[in-house]
């Protein structure tokens, strides 16, 4: 997967060098609200970064995760949008999927994507679509022809976007059940048959923090979202490769963009370009500790970080996209 570096080498380097102190950190509290529910990746990876961030930022504030769930991470988003105060004192980790979400119109977006300061992501990701193997759909091919019970954390997350594509663009069947508070409870409602199957789930945290169903057998991945395809499923379809080019290419990477940009962290629009910065750097460095790197592996998760810039050169790409295409995306996943 290639970094979009030429997109944003003008303005990577155009950090301040000698920019102030976080006044408003020092010797206080941060707060970290995600967008999912306790105990999944999102969680897990927050709370892994408030062990470690803090010693990187003037003060060594006390680093503190608030779960805010709701509409597959927009509720937490609009919150650190338009709520949060905007003086460095909260972070916000959300999916991807917020992106894209006032380009496709949803009125209850309150937020502009290229407003928001966005400080960096710990890696990209895979996003993998897979069912319980005795369902006896083991491939795109046989989800056409048969209806399977997937779960989703709620319209315009990337488990209702990507299944709603499938059914429109490739006939699959997929039924989808909303309303679930983050991928954990997702994976266990899989777990006690209340649902059959999950598309939107990224690679690294079902291998880790599901490897038993992998060895088991248990469930079988048949599709993957992302820009290439991992090195791990080099024989589970890339969805790019299997829809038809032109426009429902186009789409779907876009809809993709959220397996690149796959673990946000964003600062409040408005906050002080000073403050951005200096959160931005301790960001960086608390990802480039080993310590943190070991903590991120446990729980399924490869440090390949993805700068704050390189997000806004992402958001800018998508907001200039073509808007039959933009359309046409909005169609093919019931965002219409």
């Known amino acids: 997967m290639k970094r979009l570096g030429t997109l944003v080498a003008a303005t990577a380097g155009l950090v301040l060098a000698t ?9 206080k509290q941060m707060t970290i609200i995600v967008g999912f529910g306790a105990g999944g990746g999102y969680h897990n990876l927050a709370t892994i970064l408030s062990r470690h961030m803090g010693q990187h930022l003037p003060g060594n504030p006390t680093i503190i995760v608030q779960v805010k769930t709701g509409a597959g991470s927009l509720v937490a988003m609009n919150h650190v949008a338009n709520v949060a105060p905007r003086d460095g004192s909260v972070l916000g980790t959300v999916s991807g999927a917020t992106i894209l979400e006032p380009l496709f119109g949803n009125k209850k ?8 300061n966005w400080i960096g992501s710990a890696a990209s990701g895979h996003n993998t679509c897979f069912a319980l193997t005795r369902t006896g759909i083991t491939s795109l091919d046989a989800a056409k022809e048969k209806e399977l019970a997937i779960g989703s954390t709620g319209r315009g997350s990337r488990t209702f976007t990507y299944p709603t594509a499938l059914n429109t663009l490739l006939g699959t069947k997929f039924k989808i059940i909303s309303g679930y508070r983050g991928m954990k409870d997702v994976m266990q409602a ?84 000073a403050e951005v910065e200096t959160i931005r750097r301790a960001y960086e460095k608390a990802l480039a500790d080993p310590a943190l790197i070991a903590d991120a592996k446990k729980i399924g998760v490869g440090i390949d970080p993805i700068k704050g810039e390189e ?26």
Not at 19 to 27: D, I, W
Not at 228 to 234: C, D, F, M, W, Y
Request: glycine letters at 8%; one cysteine or more.
């Open 109 to 116: 977006a309150k937020y502009d994507p290229r407003k928001i």
């Open 19 to 27: 920019a102030p102190a976080a006044a408003q950190q020092t010797g």
């Open 190 to 273: 899989m777990e006690t048959g209340e649902i059959s199957g999950v598309c939107g789930y990224g690679w690294e945290s079902v291998r880790n923090q599901h490897a038993r169903l992998l060895e088991e057998k248990a469930i079988t991945l048949f599709a993957q979202f992302a820009y290439a395809k991992h090195g791990e499923l080099q024989d589970v379809p890339l969805v790019l490769d299997v829809v038809k080019p032109g426009r429902e290419r186009q789409a779907i990477k876009l809809l993709s963009i959220d397996a690149y940009v796959a673990w946000p962290v964003l600062a409040p629009p408005g906050t002080p370009k």
């Open 311 to 336: 997000i806004r050169a992402v958001v800018a790409q998508a907001y200039a996209t073509p808007d039959e295409v933009v359309e046409f995306t909005r169609e093919i996943t019931g965002l219409k």
